[in-house]
């Protein structure tokens, strides 16, 4: 019998590491987003502030990578989780200590910079270490456990989330998620695995190029990761444009209601999202992943239409409130059911695709084409809503999403993987 991943000490304690710090992630997205809506009254303004800290991860996550493949990723971890949470907490208390708009707002800025840098290093040195942690035959099984994690994670900060705000403000949102990076960089100080590989050439800036070019060659040459990834990064588009900076201003602005309300949307697609990756764990994907991915995409595509659809009765008053957002509810919960169903044999098929020495640069690829559209849809999306309006944006998110399905059921090669 497959001995349970979790109970491989080093595996517990990253899980658990992870586990903590997202929480605080979830405060401080959820809250972030709402303040500076609050603070300015422009979904321009919101948009410009999420695609700031993406652009800076986004520029800076080769480089990072190509840093991570050359040195002990349990460090970088531990390292960049102490300093944000540093960081994140000065944050919390200088906009405690101010009401002017514009200090605040060059802390969030600085702060958004400090929080993509390190990122940008966290972020390649997490996906490796699962390589190196986690033997080949385990990986569907950790995989699945830290979708859950994703899942649980979510449930517990988007209940709380709202509540918090509203109790603790701004400040103590950041606060809070900065104790949250110190108390997961405690946690991985005892993970003891060996991941530094020996990699030629000394670490300067030309090698570090070198070395980036390397992984986007390594990428190009798997033709049908390439060609799924693309696809990938067109479908987060609509995504984005929904989650992002939608569904917030909808809340916010348009609808006018507390908090809370976006905050249970997305418990109901965590509790979904769990539902879903349990009926997964009890099913073998096997080693032929398009039947699976074709299956819970063209789902994922029928629910992400119905959710769109709903998102414009309400913004409309089509339908009475609560009406309309028992509707609501349910189609987040299926879209997110459907969205399990391609995560796991995505993330599987991925994580056995790539050498141990080329993980992190790998992954940082992948993340990158899979991330490029989300400072841009942030930005795009709120000076789309602040000019021709919330329907307009969500046509457009709409048009996106069918164009991309399309795609992915007329390319041969990924109907081969």
Do not use: H
Request: some cysteine; hydrophobic content about 50%; proline content about 2%.
């Amino acid at each position: 019998m497959k001995k349970n991943i979790l109970k491989d000490k080093n595996f517990l304690l990253y899980f658990i590491g992870m586990f903590v710090t997202s929480i605080g992630d979830i405060f401080y997205s959820f809250a972030v987003s709402w303040y500076i809506l609050e603070l300015t009254g422009s979904a321009t303004q919101a948009g410009l502030y999420l695609a700031f800290g993406a652009i800076i991860k986004l520029i800076l996550s080769n480089f990072g990578a190509a840093l991570v493949d050359r040195m002990d990723k349990v460090k970088i971890m531990y390292f960049t989780d102490f300093i944000r949470g540093i960081a994140i907490i000065i944050t919390g208390f200088i906009i405690f200590s101010t009401s002017d708009k514009t200090i605040i707002l060059t802390t969030l800025y600085i702060t958004a910079s400090i929080m993509g840098t390190l990122g940008s290093l966290f972020g390649p040195a997490t996906s490796a270490l699962i390589k190196y942690m986690v033997p080949e035959e385990s990986l569907q099984q950790a995989n699945s456990y830290l979708q859950i994690k994703n899942s649980v994670q979510s449930i517990i900060g988007m209940a709380s989330a709202g509540f918090i705000y509203s109790f603790l403000g701004i400040s103590g949102v950041f606060i809070l998620n900065g104790v949250t990076f110190i108390i997961s960089g405690f946690t991985e100080l005892f993970i003891q695995v060996e991941t530094q590989e020996e990699i030629e050439g000394k670490t300067t800036f030309k090698q570090l190029l070198s070395d980036i070019k390397e992984g986007w060659v390594y990428i190009y040459n798997k033709p049908t990761i390439f060609r799924l990834m693309l696809i990938m990064v067109f479908l987060n588009f609509p995504f984005a444009l929904l989650f992002g900076i939608g569904l917030p201003y909808l809340f916010n602005q348009t609808l006018g209601v507390a908090p809370s309300y976006l905050s249970y949307v997305n418990v109901v697609m965590s509790v979904a999202m769990i539902l879903m990756l349990i009926y997964l764990s009890t099913k073998e994907l096997g080693d032929k992943y398009y039947k699976n991915l074709r299956k819970y995409m063209t789902m994922t595509t029928v629910f992400y239409l119905l959710s769109i659809s709903v998102v414009y009765v309400m913004g409309q008053a089509l339908l009475a409130f609560n009406v309309a957002y028992a509707l609501f509810l349910i189609s987040m919960a299926l879209l997110a059911m459907s969205n399990g169903g391609v995560s796991v044999p995505m993330q599987t098929f991925l994580a056995k695709s790539f050498d141990k020495e080329m993980f992190a640069r790998s992954m940082a690829v992948i993340g990158i084409m899979s991330t490029i559209t989300y400072p841009l849809a942030s930005s795009v999306g709120g000076l789309i809503i602040d000019t021709l309006g919330l329907n307009v944006l969500l046509l457009f998110a709409l048009v996106i999403y069918i164009i991309c399905f399309v795609w992915f059921l007329c390319e041969k090669g990924i109907k081969k993987i």
